[in-house]
Structure formats: C-alpha cells, structure tokens
C-alpha cells in the first residue's frame, strides 16, 4: 500500500503542497543575460525584467550562476557567502526576483558553490597564516611527504577540472600544502571538519529563509570530498538535504556530477535530481551524425541504475551548459539541426535544462567566455538590454538572429521552442518528470522512436535524424494512436500506420 500510495504521488503534477513540480528548467549566466542599468553587465534586475520573455517561453524554474562576491567574472569562487556581487545588484534586487519569478509560477535555484571558497574567502586569509591558526582546518593541507606516500601528488585530467596538480603552496616552501581540485585559487573546503559543515548548513538555510529561494544547483557536487575519499560524499549530500529540509520540505536540489551513470546514482541519495552529463555528450553529437547511436536504451539503463538508489530520482537534461561547447556550434550553425537537437530534448522524459540562448539558437565555442557571450534580445543598434562585457566572437547579429526578429517569424527556432514547450506540458505523457515513462521502439538507426506511456492517453514519438526521407511504421500495438500532435510539413501518409518523414523532422501520434 505504501508503495502504491508512492507511486500515485510521484504521478501526481501537483505535490501535496500545491506547489506545481517545474517541468522545464533555464540555466541564466548572469553576467551575460540582461543589463538594467547601462554599465553593459548583467544583472539581478535585468533578469527580473525578463520573467515575462521565461514565462512566454514556458520556463517554470531558473537556475542562475553564482551572485556572491567573487574576485572571477564567472563568480565559482566565493568570498562572501551571504553576500550579493555588487556588479548584479543587492540583496534586496534578489529577494525581489524571487518574489516577481514567484508570481510567475517560476522557482529559482541559486548555484550554491561550497565544494570550495575562493583564497580570497576570510576563512582561507586565516587558514594560510599557520598550522595553528583556528581556520587552519576549513581546508585540506598535508605535508609533501605524505602527499607522495599516498600517492595523490597528481590526478588524471577529467571533464571537470583539467588541474593535474592540486596541491597548491600557500607560501613555497613551507610544511604544508593545500588542496585544489579546480585550481590554487580555489582551496577545497575540508568537510570532514563539523564546524565547516555546520557553517556550511547554515549558509543554505539563510538563503532559504532569508531570500525564499526554492533550492540550489550544487556545483561540484561529486568532488566535496577528495577523491579519495569519495565515497563519503554520498553521505554529506543526505545531511545538506536534511539540513534544507528544516527550512522547506520541498527544497528542490540539482548536482552536477560529471561521470557515468553508475557513479552518479549513489548521489541520488541525497540530491533529488542530478544533471545528465553522459547524455549532453551524446545527443548533439548524434544530430549531427543523423544517426541514432541507443540514446533510448542508453537512457533506460541509466533509469534502472539511478531507480536503485532513489525511485523518485529526477534526471535533469539537458543539451549544453556554460562548461560546454555551445549545441548551435556543434551543430555548425544549422537551424534545421538544432530544432532536431531540441526535438530530442523536449520529448524524452527528465526535467529539460535549456542553456540561455539555446532557444535562438547561440553560439559558441570555447574558451569559457566565448560559450557565455551577450543575449541577443534586438538588433545591436535598438538593444538597451545587451550586456557587453565580453565582445562576441560567436553570437553576432550577422550569425544568429535576435531575439525581437525570430519573434515574428513563425519558421524560427524562437517559435520552434516556444510550441515545443507548449506541446511538452499540455500532455502529461510527454511532461512526467518523476518515473520517466518510455518504452524503446526499434528502428534502423537514421531514426529514433519511443511511446511515453500514461494513464491520461499514451503518446508516439518518431524523429527522422537524417537528411533523407525516410519511412516509418507504427507498431501493431499503437495502431490507434493516429492523431497528430506534431505534423512535420511534407509528411506523405504511406498506408494505415505508415508514413515516409520528411528530412529533420519529427512526428508525435496520440490517440
Ligand atoms: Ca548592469
């Protein structure tokens, strides 16, 4: 009965709250978003200024790049933690968003960057002045010697941090070194002190309470503890989410755990939802093939790992984020390619994470600011709202139209985005976040097609990755699905359940 009970909530849209579960998700990077007050930096108040565009768009959550005071452009090294970056506004602009994106029916997650502070944080002044000094333990320091005799000196490069050598001198020369992972002005917070985890805590719950922010997007999530100790990490997630859960028993939590499926699904235990890393290094590379290279099966065994370690796992998708090469450049640019990539998204279960500009089609490659360059809201010349601390080498009026233009062209893939949303959350077969529902149809390898499974009316998906046509037959079993929810143009009927796609397309049947 328990069991059942759990399975009817998790199918529920609507938690016992109320509050509506978010279905599809945005990453904002806030220096590039929308500037309010003409110094050409983005900010606080020019996101507030953009709920209306996310809520037109059908985004119920944002997940904004770290805000704290931070020596860094990107801000992933924290100084002060219950601090605003007085270049993005004050603590009173972010209660203010919340409350606007809240009105909204849009909850915000604040990208909480506790795996380390930056060796400007006041806590990691004090840790260099000495072995002695109270603070010295808030971070990881080892002697040379041991270093060595455990063998950790250097790690392999991993998608996450290129840093092969972590350990860092506070002054050369000296007994100690510091750890890390990502770079020397990024020391490591040493969690197996309490008084770090207890500060640590506190932190989150401030912002819960202080701010009514819904939650947070863990960065680093998998490396709080060295890796050696990894294993420990596991553990640290389920007291943070304890912890959160004091303030607001629906605190929504998102890790980012670059790695395969298997290593990421213990952290379930603790983080609701993680991102799909593995499948952002898939899709867009497939799109571009235009073949299938077994994403469904590749999701469904990933479903199977993470059911194990939590059955109400929420598995965040996503094409890119702003530590990757942008979907639109993998995809050279090609309009026809991205809406495939987008299709692919919006259909398959999860919760869908859209990289800001993703939806007009943005590019980029790295270096890091060349992936977060200006959001193009109008043409250069009518356009108060760019941001222009970097100049674009990518996303310019002459390669990717702004968004004011692709509004009023209905073959955009603006308006691509905005039905596709539409579509997605209309159906609760194609919205279902929790229990990802989706049963595999094979097919030869130019095509992908599966059913999203529900009470409320089954629904087929077919997508045709290839530039030819190509002829699809739907399955004995789901002859009655034969009501087109999305009709590609050009889609030639070839018989009862037989169709010939068109080139790029896609086609979704109900009954
Ligand atoms: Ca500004």
Redesign the pocket.
Known sequence: MKHLLRIILALLPVSLSGQEAPRVAYEIFVRSFC?????????LN?ISAKLDYLAELGVDLIWLTPVSPSPSYHKYDVMDYRGIEP?YGTLDDYKELVKKAHARGIKVIKDLVINHSSEQHPWFLEAVKGPENPYRDFYVWMTPDRIDSLGIAVREGSPDSWELNPWHWAVEGETEKYYGLFSGVMPDLNYDNPVVRDSIFAIGQWWLRETGVDGFRLDAAKHIYPQWEAEKAHAFWQAFREEMEKVNEDVFLVGEVYADAEIVAPFFRGLGANFNIQMSEKLPFMVREGRDSDLVEFLLESYGTYTSENPAFVDATLLTNHDQNRVGSVLEGRTEDMKVAANLLLTLPGLPFLYYGEEIGMLGQKPDPQIREPFLWQLEDQDPDR?RWTTPQYSTDSAVAPLAVQRKDAQSLYRHYRKLIALRKSRPALAQVRQPNLLRIPVREELIAFVRPHTSGDVLVVHNLSDSPQQFTVPGEYFKLSRKLWKPRGLKPLGTGQWSLPAKSMLILAK
């Open positions: 500037d309010s007050d003409g110094d050409g930096i983005g900010d020019g270049e941001t």
